[in-house]
Every structure is written in C-alpha cells, then in structure tokens.
Nanobody
Framework: VQLQASGGGLVQAGGSLRLSCAAYGNIFSINDMGWYRQAPGKERELVATITSGGATNYADSVKGRFTISRANAKNTVYLQMNSLKPEDTAVYHC?????????????????WGKGTQVTVSS
C-alpha cells in the first residue's frame, strides 16, 4: 500500500489550501485517516483525524479553520485549510490505517504519505 499526497504550496496569510491523500494497493477497507504536521525544529504533531464512521478530531490550534473529510470510494482523505497563518507552515503528512486482504483473512497496518510542504507567508 502506498499513500500519495498532493495540494501543498505557498500561500499568503489568510489564504486557503486543500490537501489530498489517496491510498493505492491491497486495500480491503480503511479505518482511521489523519493529517499530521512537522515544522522545522519541532516534533510531529496531530492536525486532524477522521474515523471510518466520520467522527473527527482536531488540534486546538486548527479548530474552526481546518476541515478533514474522506471519500471512502476513492480511499482518499482531504484537509481543507482556511484562514491560514504563518505558524501553519510545516510539512504535512497523511496517515491511513489500512486493512488488507479479505473479510476472512486480513490484517491492518499504519501507512504514511511522503509529506507535502505548506508555506504560509505573512
């Protein structure tokens, strides 16, 4: 299974970006999906997660500005980022807990995307 992320870039403060992350490979189903970010000199931190049932969780720093969603038919998770701030600058990584195999013989693993750079200028 591989995750392919896209949508990062350079944007001015107050602008918007939409990140996408699609999973490809031996996929039976996908449990939790999420986005994490890592700024220079800082540890990776959770941005947002979404369960298979659609329940969401956000870091306090992005609540009200970011929205996570998923398209199960496309094995894709999205992150809509509005009202971006310079402190949102980071490499954003997607994560998906993928179940591979069949309904009677399967296993689940965590997969990470390569990361996409988001830079917000002041």
């Amino acid at each position: 299974v591989q995750l392919q992320a896209s949508g990062g870039g350079l944007v001015q403060a107050g602008g918007s970006l939409r990140l996408s992350c699609a999973a490809y490979g031996n996929i039976f189903s996908i449990n939790d999906m999420g986005w994490y970010r890592q700024a220079p000199g800082k540890e990776r931190e959770l941005v947002a997660t979404i369960t298979s049932g659609g329940a969401t969780n956000y870091a306090d720093s992005v609540k009200g500005r970011f929205t996570i969603s998923r398209a199960n038919a496309k094995n894709t998770v999205y992150l809509q980022m509005n009202s971006l701030k310079p402190e949102d600058t980071a490499v954003y990584h997607c994560n998906q807990e993928v179940v591979s195999g069949t309904s009677w013989n399967n296993y689940d693993m965590d997969y990470w995307g390569k990361g996409t750079q988001v830079t917000v200028s002041s």
